[in-house]
């Protein structure tokens, strides 16, 4: 750190140190067995308070961006694939959503129906995952863990025999789904979606009454709503905060708006209501698979007349977004009549969550910086794309 | 009362001690390389070059159009065409592809190369125990060992296999009845023009 | 022949020193019994750091280490021998006298505790008539060894976990000292042996264990709770807590230092597991009469078991507690419940033999352990929530 930190970040007042004698600063490093990927945090503390924090990034940028401004339309499919790594299906269909939406291409039903399961799916493995990694900095010692690892492994199962691949599955196409989700599929998947209440059940046997859970999570990292309407916060932190915003109900993009389900809300915006909404959404997903797993309908799964190569979209510009497990996923395209668009713009949840780490951690012990952290739920390859 | 969380926890992860000696789904340790998960048809690791019959240079499918190079999103293959041509599975002569390397560090295993693949030769094969300690020649295929015959394809995807060989049977049928169809059409002609040289040339 | 068998080796240690001079037998006699706990309680350790292991991946729905030896038992051996060939680093401007005493000390006194502690029917090393007395001053030394470690690091983290750790340490002391002070005034005597000649008596079957009477139950809990913190086990081991700053005060140890503060942990957690089941458990004695046919010792170290799979249990469901909390429970829960026990003991002695005493006590002990709960919570404000839904 060459420049001292105070003077450096232009933020809301900074807490005053009480008690003479310097600021400690350290360096949670790049290299840290909690940080969830390359990611440094500069913390200047009190003693225990922290008095400052700046995170500080970059170190897994890939030049998503400018690849995406290179290759074709097509050729990026992969590459968002590889944004949040965790939830590759997800990242999938808000690209596809937007270049559909730039071309006005249309979707068969049967392709939403696929659409929104997977996208369940994967919100309910992503959701399981998070929890799992925030008790494992808590120090649980990885049980909570293991067992969230051993259900995603049955959904992780179903997406490697569905599209080829258990994390890169580069499925969504411009118009559809790239292969059909057979009989044998669909019945793959009711099972797991069978299965899976028990596993919720007992991992909030094991966590939510859990004492020592309470008094680390309750209180601690509090987000007021002002602070997250005004940051741009979206996602399980946003209604953690008491905020009703889901995008899925907003926009009701693909066919969200025939599902029954809830958005559950939170009120005190801390790390319990993070958790806790995270758990009620993983509730609220298996509604929804339920329903789409019963109401599948046959039919072509991509329309027979979407181009696959030689892809040349009409100047315009679009921005299309999903409720992601992490947020709002966008993706901004302008197209200028070329094989690969002018500009590739992505709109990163974690990142944009990221924002607000100093405000939550200000005040706080440093034994909770880390706690809070992994609460925001963020995976490095969205923040520096 | 204070306490009772924790006692539930303490119960739950018992539960799950005890059901480890009991049942196979809370002990879910497949302990490699003994005992292998079985891979399910559709997985895809990198991609290979499929041949029919026992000659892997005479029976190569690929016909080096180079679409899969142009459309492979990291740009990994590199495809070297030949002057000289040879038939293919329907008989028709074509020309054939002299080098064809992928580099499997770059390669990403999105599967784009075989959609865009017209002749159904490059497909995703799911080996993954490639590991080499030479970082660079070891992780270049070339075409000799991205080759490898269509009972292997058959083994790893029967499905896919079994259509794709349909579908080639069929196209291959219709390559044949089209040449029957012009052989039978130019004998006719033949057997039409011989007896009646003064005629006169029909308009062509 | 159960008899025999239960003094086994009381009567093979005199059959040894039977062949000696008579000038030479107390002091063969002491090293033998140095020697047999010095190859007894290593051995144990290697056992339950195998038994955490495996224990821990079994209840995260995995195996733990199978590759060294059948079912992993040789995996112990494996990391005696990577400890011993680490190079050995220290800091150029440590203290190297201290940095190397420390984990020495720590070791010594923490075998020395085992000397008062009895592990089967006349197989105390040192009977003593103050025995407790002298476990607790040989617990406190431990302390030190844990400052002195973070000091002569000359490492303002490993300082400031050492630190943490002795803080930690000497809060949990008070609750751990008033709940055996419990035991003494039950029996009357700070000797560990007459402590488990009293309990060794049978009532209809049962025995008389002290973990069966109320305020025997409650102090049993509460030396639990501070036994977890002594030995800096989950759910209270900050100090080495992985995911904060750094490994705490044992962070510029390596090789084979390392590997003697870790055998130092895990000796005392036994050691202290002994103390606990000498005092509530009844030390030697068998659970039913009828099972005086095993032997005495054998009760003994079952019992130690059984409390170090207690251990390994919460140290794989519970998260950690942070240190300001972690002190906050000692403070202001732990200690008033302890001093709360202390009369109630003494009611109990005031209210003579009968079925009354047993209600009264228990009452008294359950009713404060829930409304402290309910206030504790609540002026945290912590507890169960509840959500609401948008449509």
Redesign the interface.
Known sequence: MSESLLETWNRPPVIEADGEGELLEISMGPHHPSTHGVFRMDVALDGERVIKLKPVFGYLHRNHEQIGQT??Y??????TD?LDYFCSLTNNWAYALTVEKLVGQAVPERAEYIRVILAELTRIQNHASTIGFLTQEMGASG?PLM?AF?ER?KIL?LF??????RL?C?YMRFGGC??DMSEAHLNAARKVVAELPQFID?FE??????????ARCQGIGVVKPELAVNAGITGPMLRAAGVNYDIRKVDRYGIYDRFSFRVPLGEHGDIYDRYMVRVLEMRESLKILEQALKDIPAGPFVDPKAK??GFKPKPGEAYGRIEAPKGELGFYLISDGGTSPYRFRIRPPSFINLTILEDMCLGQNVADVVVIFGSVDIVLGEVDR | ??????L???????R??AG??VSKE????V?YPEERHP??????NFPFLVYDGADWEAGLRCVACQ?CEK???PKCIYIEKSKDKKPDYAGKLQIYPTQFDIDISVC?????CV??CPFEAIK?DNEFELATDDRFGGLLQDRKQLAKPNEYYHKIHPTEAAEVDARLAEEKAKVEEKARAAAVAAAAKAAAAAPKPAEGAQPQ | MTNTLDQIFVLLKHWIIGFLPVWLQPIVAALLSVVAILAVFPGLFAISVLLERK?LG??????GP?RVGPLGVLQPVADGIKALIKEDVIPYSADHVVHFLAPVMLVVVVFMGYAVLPMGRNMTFVPMDAGLLFYFAMGASAELTVFMAGWSSRNKYSLLGAMRAVAQMISYEVPLLMSSVVIVMMTGSLSLDKIVEVQNQYTWGLPHWFVFTPMGFAAFVMFAIAATAETNRSPFDLPEGESELVAGYFTEYSGFKFAEFFLGEYVAMLSISGLGATLFLGGWSAPLAILNVVPSWFWFFAKIMTWICFYI??R???PRLRQDQLMNFAWKFVLPMTLLNLLVAGLWRFMGEGFLRWVVCSAILLSA??I???I??RSKKFGPRSYRYAE
């Open positions: 290759v074709g097509l050729q990026m499919m992969p590459y590889r049980t067992y051993r492994e199962d490697e025999s569905l599209t080829g691949s890169m580069n790239r292969v007992e046997n094991l966590l939510t009454s859990n004492e020592i859970l309470m696959i190569r | 009362m204070l306490g009772e969380g924790l539930k926890g303490l119960a739950e992860t018992a799950n001690f480890s000696f809370r002990l879910t340790t302990q891979l399910p048809e559709a997985s895809r679409i459309e492979c999103p990403m295993s999105c599967q784009i959609e865009v995703m | 224990g079994r209840m995260q729905n995995r195996i199978n249990w919460m794989g469901t519970f352990y829930i402290g709960g309910r504790g919570m």
